[in-house]
């Protein structure tokens, strides 16, 4: 691991909103050595997380843990130089999706091309189309209800060409660390620069709350736009789940 400290910026920024926008909703559990977060009618967070590294003895905790909140998604952070993550590989769970820890450095700020308008979401009418809008980017369901109770905790943007919604984001600050979450584009707006537009916008926005760096976690669709406007690779979080429990 060439910076530990970024690498533990990353997953502090991303466990402090599973934790932020489950609180309100009753939804965020901790059971030592794990927490967890699971939004009732909502995709995400829906996560059991740990701080340090796993061994079997955990296993039964986290199975009874499954057992009772179904369909729990378990990040794994390859930090620990280990290989307990064939904990997870040998007791029938499967990867879900595989996401790589990024971080920029702030500098300068991007120019923009202002083909985009961002709209910060705050009341319901807007929470109920950035819900709307959100699977068609990715997989899961994030509830409008996780938004309307988070308005003041995080920051979601809707994100309009002309006056049509084509996109989502989502801003959380911890410390001087700006998370850059859930930057989406309806599939028939995609190859057209628009998830770079945002990514700018987003970073700009970092600089101007005087954070010091961007932290996101990156799909392989996305990768090749963080990379390109300069995030370097930390670390690779990959997602299990138990397949009986999905």
């Known amino acids: 691991m060439k910076n530990i400290n970024l690498a533990k910026d990353n997953i502090d920024n991303l466990t402090a909103l599973w934790q932020t926008v489950a609180t309100p909703l009753l939804s965020y559990h901790k059971n030592d050595p794990f927490q967890f977060s699971q939004i009732k009618n909502s995709g995400w967070p829906n996560r059991l997380w740990f701080r340090e590294d796993i061994t079997e003895a955990n296993l039964p905790q986290i199975l009874e843990l499954i057992d009772q909140n179904p369909g ?11 290989d307990s993550k064939e904990i997870f590989e040998k007791n029938e769970f499967k990867i879900r999706i595989q996401l790589m820890a990024m971080a920029l450095k702030l500098g300068e700020k991007f120019p923009v091309e202002n083909n985009l308008t961002f709209k910060r979401v705050l009341n319901e009418e807007d929470a109920k189309t950035w819900s709307d809008i959100y699977p068609l980017s990715f997989s899961y369901i994030i ?13 979601f943007y809707l994100v309009h060409l002309e006056d049509k ?13 700006m998370g850059i979450h859930g930057v989406g584009v309806i599939p028939e707006m995609r190859k057209r620069g628009f998830a770079e537009e945002i990514m700018k916008f987003a970073i700009n926005e970092a600089i101007d709350a005087g954070t010091e760096y961007a932290h996101l976690q990156a799909s392989p669709l996305g990768k090749g736009i963080y990379t390109r406007l300069g995030f370097e ?3 690779l979080i990959t997602n299990y789940f138990l397949n009986s429990n999905i």
């Open 143 to 155: 509830s409008k209800e996780t938004l309307i109770y988070n308005y003041e905790n995080v920051r």
């Open 233 to 235: 690779d930390l670390f």
């Open 72 to 82: 729990l998604i378990i990040p794994y952070w390859d930090i620990f130089g280990s």
């Open 165 to 177: 919604p084509i996109g989502t984001l989502t801003l959380f600050q911890t410390g001087n660390v």
